[in-house]
C-alpha cells in the first residue's frame, strides 16, 4: 500500500469514528413557537358623549375589543362584562359576546397569531341593571373577561375597565 493509500484510509475511518462520536447518542434543541395572546378592551361607545365615565343606560352603548390568540388553537370563546355597584349591592354580568370561532388556517400555515373582534350591545331602554335607588352610588365598577372553550382549559383573561358612573 502506497503512503498516499495508507493516509487517505487513515482519514476516512476518522471521519467515520468522529462522525459516530457526535451522532449517537445525541440531543439537539427543538425549536417551538411559544404560545401567547393578548385580550383587549378597545372602546366603549356612549351615545350621550362627555364626559367618557357617566353613562345613560337608557340610550345604551357598545364596548367592543378583541382577542389575540396563536393560530393553532380550535374552539370557541366567550367575552363577559361583569360591573359591581360600590356601595350598592349589584355584582353580576351585563352583556357577553359569545360569538367568538376559533378555527386553523386551511391550508395549514406557519404559526402566528389571529386577531378576533368582540362586541358587547347594551341597547336602549336595556334593565341590566337595576333603576337609581335612593342611596345608590349609581358607580360601578366594569372588569370585562375572556374564556376560551367555556372554562374547559386554562386559557383566560380579564381586564379592569374602571369606574363608571351608570344611570
Given at each position: 500500500?502506497?503512503?498516499?493509500?495508507r493516509?487517505?484510509?487513515?482519514?476516512s475511518?476518522?471521519?467515520?469514528?468522529?462522525?459516530?462520536?457526535?451522532?449517537?447518542?445525541?440531543?439537539?434543541?427543538?425549536q417551538?413557537?411559544?404560545?401567547?395572546?393578548?385580550?383587549?378592551v378597545?372602546?366603549?361607545?356612549?351615545?350621550?358623549?362627555?364626559?367618557?365615565?357617566?353613562?345613560?343606560?337608557?340610550?345604551?352603548?357598545?364596548?367592543?375589543?378583541?382577542?389575540?390568540?396563536?393560530?393553532?388553537?380550535?374552539?370557541?370563546?366567550?367575552?363577559?362584562?361583569?360591573?359591581?355597584?360600590?356601595?350598592?349591592?349589584?355584582?353580576?354580568?351585563i352583556?357577553?359576546d359569545?360569538?367568538?370561532?376559533?378555527?386553523?388556517?386551511?391550508?395549514?400555515?406557519?404559526?402566528?397569531?389571529?386577531?378576533?373582534?368582540?362586541?358587547?350591545?347594551?341597547?336602549?331602554?336595556?334593565?341590566v341593571?337595576p333603576?337609581?335607588?335612593r342611596?345608590?352610588?349609581?358607580?360601578?365598577?366594569?372588569?370585562?373577561?375572556?374564556?376560551?372553550?367555556?372554562?374547559?382549559?386554562?386559557?383566560?383573561?380579564?381586564?379592569?375597565?374602571?369606574?363608571?358612573?351608570?344611570?
Amino acid at each position: 500500500m502506497t503512503p498516499t493509500a495508507r493516509a487517505e484510509g487513515a482519514t476516512s475511518t476518522a471521519r467515520a469514528e468522529s462522525v459516530a462520536r457526535r451522532g449517537v447518542p445525541g440531543t439537539n434543541q427543538v425549536q417551538f413557537n411559544t404560545a401567547g395572546g393578548q385580550f383587549s378592551v378597545d372602546s366603549i361607545t356612549d351615545p350621550n358623549g362627555a364626559p367618557s365615565n357617566v353613562i345613560d343606560l337608557d340610550l345604551g352603548f357598545v364596548i367592543s375589543g378583541t382577542v389575540t390568540l396563536p393560530n393553532w388553537l380550535q374552539g370557541t370563546g366567550t367575552v363577559t362584562v361583569y360591573a359591581q355597584e360600590i356601595g350598592g349591592p349589584f355584582n353580576g354580568p351585563i352583556g357577553n359576546d359569545n360569538s367568538l370561532k376559533f378555527a386553523r388556517p386551511v391550508p395549514p400555515a406557519e404559526p402566528s397569531t389571529e386577531n378576533y373582534r368582540w362586541t358587547i350591545t347594551i341597547p336602549p331602554g336595556s334593565h341590566v341593571l337595576p333603576d337609581p335607588q335612593r342611596g345608590a352610588s349609581q358607580v360601578y365598577n366594569l372588569v370585562a373577561v375572556f374564556v376560551f372553550d367555556d372554562q374547559l382549559t386554562d386559557i383566560g383573561a380579564f381586564v379592569d375597565m374602571g369606574k363608571y358612573m351608570i344611570d
